[in-house]
Each structure stands twice: as C-alpha cells, then as structure tokens.
C-alpha cells in the first residue's frame, strides 16, 4: 500500500483512482488511528481486519445474520465476564465479612 501524501489531506475522505487502484486521501485525525503492522502482526491479525464499506441495505442476508450471531455472541461473553467478576467481588465481600 502507498503512503499518502500529507499535503493533500482534507478534513474529509476524498477518493482518487490511480493506475486502476483507488487511493483513498484521510485528515490527520484520521491518520492518527492508523497503525502500521509488521508481515507478521498482518498474519496473526488478518481474520480481525475486515472493514464493510457497504450501505447496510446493500449487505448480503446471510453476511447480516452472521454479524448479527457475532454481536449476540460477544454481548452474551462480555455478560458472563461481568458476572464472573461481580461475584468474584461479592465472594471478597463475603468472605471479609465473615473473618471480621
């Protein structure tokens, strides 16, 4: 991937095509989310970097349930955490109350 040139970065996204590849121009905030990744972050993260840039309309039904099961997924883990580590905390409680 080609760098951007900082000297043409605008407070919005612009688009441009070049040679077939379509460079896409970002604002300096933009800029500072970006990470660069080593061959080896890029292989350990690929299944994490998809990015959709598709209207939600335009998203296929079977692509929207599948993400649809990954939120209610992730929800329903980050609950069970939330548990675990609240009666972690009542346990603590309980357990200083009755050595008191």
Known sequence: M???SKRNHT???TRSSCCGV???EIS???EADVVELS???YMRSIGYLI?????EDD??????RMLKRMHK???KLREEKFKVLRSGIKLEEGESSRTS
């Open 59 to 64: 998203i296929e039904p079977e692509v929207r």
């Open 2 to 4: 080609w760098p951007l």
């Open 51 to 55: 990015r959709v840039e598709e209207s």
């Open 22 to 24: 379509e460079v896409v």
């Open 28 to 30: 300096d905030e933009e």
């Open 73 to 75: 997924e992730e929800k």
């Open 39 to 41: 061959s080896e972050e």
């Open 11 to 13: 407070t919005s996204p």
